[in-house]
């Protein structure tokens, strides 16, 4: 699918070197805890604002967002400081509101871009506006519906476009609030790769603790920027109180992360660079001939299981192989998952190959 998009460091707001930053409350609570707050923030460079007006909370009853009055303080925060302001659309109704308080960006949560019906609600009250549009990904791991969300903005005019990793929902017993799953958004990353890329460490960790390694894991797989939760006293926080970081702190993490270059246009690097692909080139090329060679192998044992009336599938033969196979790999340095996975993707094609 083709998406039409305007990179994050053309709509004006983002300072690189990277990470790019959005910072600020998990929710505006008082116009004290977001003047503060932006405060802190401010003072060390972070141009982007953010705070959640209208929050979508698992029970009734917990705190769910102090509403449009929230949308003056962070015009405050604008004219105060200069900052650049964004919060979280749901609807139709959130979107008037920020435009007519003048929000900068809005962002599309977890829960909102698993909902075709509100995506196409938030797309058609954005239409005719050139509002940049951060969506995050569905809470379920399903790349098609996080691209379908972009797509269905994309179609109503909106070209500034930008993603936030916050990882999925999962059962399994796991340090983090949320299953990272990196390689969905680095799958998506590899689709789109003009599109600006935020990570949010926050909601994928649940726990400031873990902030750092998350950020840096960010960073390293080439991701544009972080979008952190920082209230000015974590503790008193009315939602997510557990995952914030003072500005202070914030400031800390991004002064502790290594950040390696995406690409270098020095010399030296490219040459060496290219010489290493050209290696692997010629390794994918052998590859290639090797497996077309145990293909031939395996149509040949088909034709003779055939003539001796053998069933084509010997599932004995094959657990020992895969057994033999996963012993060697490890020798080598290679992970019984690795070689479990190319293996039977392999004899997959042979079964294929043999009944053909
Ligand atoms: C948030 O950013 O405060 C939020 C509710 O995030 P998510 O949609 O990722 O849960
Ligand atoms: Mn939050």
């Known amino acids: 699918m083709n998406l039409d998009i305007i990179p994050g460091t053309e709509w004006g707001f983002f300072t690189l070197p990277r990470p790019m930053c959005i910072a600020g409350p998990c929710s505006a609570e008082t116009e004290e805890q977001v003047m503060?707050?932006?405060?802190?923030?401010?003072?060390?460079g972070i141009h982007v604002f953010r705070a959640g007006?209208?929050?979508?909370?698992?029970?009734?009853?917990?705190f769910e967002g102090v509403g449009t009055q929230g949308l003056k303080w962070l015009r405050k925060?604008?004219?105060?400081?200069g900052m650049k302001v964004c919060t979280e659309v749901a609807s139709e109704k959130h979107v008037l509101e920020c435009i007519k308080y003048g929000v900068d960006i809005v962002w599309v949560g977890a829960r909102t871009s698993a909902n075709p019906f509100l995506m196409q609600e938030i797309a058609d009250a954005l239409e005719g506006t050139d509002m940049p549009v951060l969506v995050k990904n569905p809470v379920n791991p399903d790349l098609d519906l996080w691209i379908g969300a972009l797509e269905r903005l994309n179609r109503a005019g909106l070209r500034k476009l930008g993603v936030i990793h916050r990882g999925f929902s999962t059962s399994a017993a796991i340090p983090y609030r949320n299953d990272p799953g990196w390689k969905l958004a680095i799958e998506l990353r590899s689709r789109y790769p003009r599109m600006t890329?935020?990570?949010?460490?926050?909601?994928?960790?649940?726990?400031?603790?873990?902030?750092?390694?998350?950020?840096?894991r960010a960073m390293d797989l080439g991701l544009d920027g972080l979008m952190v939760e920082s209230h000015h006293c974590p503790d008193c926080a009315w939602s997510d109180a557990k995952q914030q970081l003072t500005p202070k702190d914030l400031q800390h993490l991004l002064e502790s992360l290594v950040i390696r270059e995406n690409t270098s246009e020095n010399d030296a690097y490219r040459e060496g660079i290219d010489a290493l692909r050209a290696r692997i080139d010629l390794i994918d090329e052998n590859l290639?001939?090797?497996?077309?060679?145990?293909?031939?192998?395996?149509?040949?044992?088909?034709?003779?299981?055939?003539a001796h009336n053998v069933a084509i599938l010997q599932t004995g033969r094959w657990e020992q192989l895969l057994g033999d196979m996963v012993s060697r790999?490890?020798?080598?340095?290679?992970?019984?998952?690795?070689?479990t996975a190319i293996m039977t993707a392999i004899h997959d094609e042979s079964v294929r190959v043999q009944k053909l």
């Open 36 to 44: 503060e707050t932006a405060e802190g923030l401010n003072a060390f």
């Open 53 to 62: 007006i209208w929050k979508p909370r698992t029970h009734p009853g917990s």
């Open 77 to 81: 925060v604008k004219e105060t400081y």
């Open 197 to 216: 890329f935020f990570a949010d460490p926050s909601h994928m960790a649940g726990d400031r603790k873990y902030l750092q390694e998350l950020s840096q």
């Open 288 to 306: 290639l001939k090797l497996l077309k060679d145990r293909m031939d192998v395996s149509r040949a044992i088909g034709e003779y299981k055939r």
């Open 329 to 339: 790999a490890a020798e080598l340095g290679i992970s019984a998952e690795t070689i």
